[in-house]
């Protein structure tokens, strides 16, 4: 089994330029999550798929954010219009609803930058 | 209050000792523990899950919980200066179908 890879890891970008973010899970994990965390906290939750359904969106995800999984496989994360509080760390996690569904594995991040 | 608490430290041990790091929790729904290690610049590695009350052994770690007093902690025997790291602490609750993570406790481990 591979792992779950983010691409891309760094991204360095202008305040006001839109940013994607991809995220391919573990094979056949159906559950996909994202979230984001900044220097010296824990990462904070911001949206979770169950296959192509986005079941959950936190408070943090403002308008300037989307998330989708259109077939239930790799997901994609939008920012438009950054902002320079968009800069940390944007994690993607996976977890099987066949296995421990409540076991969530990380990949690397993209770390993002805004000046 | 927060919904996952730990101590930031650090907490500085020296090689061979326990390490002994805590957490509690708010929600009293939450039904599933774990335990991740996370180096600088790195992203997080789950390293122990727990369901239930008592302790639950894997190699050199060991952890522990208390729903009771919605407490959950990580012993790490014999350490090593390759386990100096932060680990977090994180709480899952079914209700809202969520992971929350605590901010991190570092652990410095010294030759």
């Known amino acids: 089994d591979t792992g779950v890879s983010q691409d891309p890891r760094h991204k360095i970008t202008k305040r006001g330029q839109n940013v994607t973010f991809r995220c391919d899970p573990i094979s056949e994990h159906n559950r996909l999550y994202w979230y984001r965390q900044t220097l010296g906290q824990g990462p904070e939750f911001l949206t979770y798929f169950q296959n192509e359904a986005q079941l959950e969106k936190s408070r943090l995800l403002s308008d300037r954010f989307s998330a989708e999984r259109p077939k239930g496989s790799f997901s994609t994360l939008e920012i438009q219009r950054t902002e320079q509080g968009d800069s940390a760390m944007y994690l993607c996690a996976s977890s099987s609803k066949r296995e421990k569904m409540d076991e969530q594995y990380f990949g690397p991040g993209t770390r993002l930058t805004v000046t | 209050q927060k919904e996952v608490e730990q101590n930031s430290g650090p907490l500085s041990v020296p090689e061979g000792a326990i390490a002994s790091l805590n957490c509690t929790y708010s929600?009293?729904?939450?039904?599933?523990f774990f335990w991740y290690r996370q180096y600088s610049g790195k992203s997080p590695e789950l390293i122990m899950s727990i369901y239930s009350n008592g302790d639950k052994e894997d190699g050199r770690f060991t952890a522990q919980l208390n729903k009771a007093s919605q407490y959950v902690s990580l012993l790490i025997r014999d350490s090593q200066p390759s386990d100096s790291a932060t680990y977090l602490c994180a709480v899952f609750s079914s209700n809202t179908g969520k992971l929350i993570f605590g901010q991190g406790t570092t652990l410095q481990v010294k030759p």
């Open positions: 929600d009293r729904g939450s039904q599933s």
